[in-house]
């Protein structure tokens, strides 16, 4: 479930940085995911969407800056967390 949370995420959030962005950066992330996707299944797929930057582009496009500090914080959170979690030996 943590591998595949972020790149539903990824994808989803790929159609309207096609519509705001361009379409390039849209296949960007999408033929940056499916060869990983294809050659190995949902393992590192966390790791894969942190380097996809027009994620990042959008989101400081969309998000209103007196909620980015917020969200500038939670998302390091979230992918520390999801690093605890998915280690051997962590009870969940």
């Known amino acids: 479930m943590l ?47 942190v380097t996809l930057f027009p994620i990042y582009i959008f989101l400081a496009l969309t998000i209103p800056e007196k909620h980015r500090t917020g969200v500038l914080a939670l998302l390091p959170c979230c992918r520390a967390w999801e690093q605890v979690c998915s280690s051997p030996g962590v009870l969940y």
């Open 3 to 49: 591998n595949i949370l972020p790149f539903v995420l990824a994808v989803a959030v790929s159609i309207p940085i096609a519509w705001r962005l361009g379409l390039a950066y849209s296949m960007l992330i999408l033929l940056t995911l499916l060869p990983p996707l294809l050659a190995g299944g949902w393992l590192s797929m966390a790791r894969l969407t």
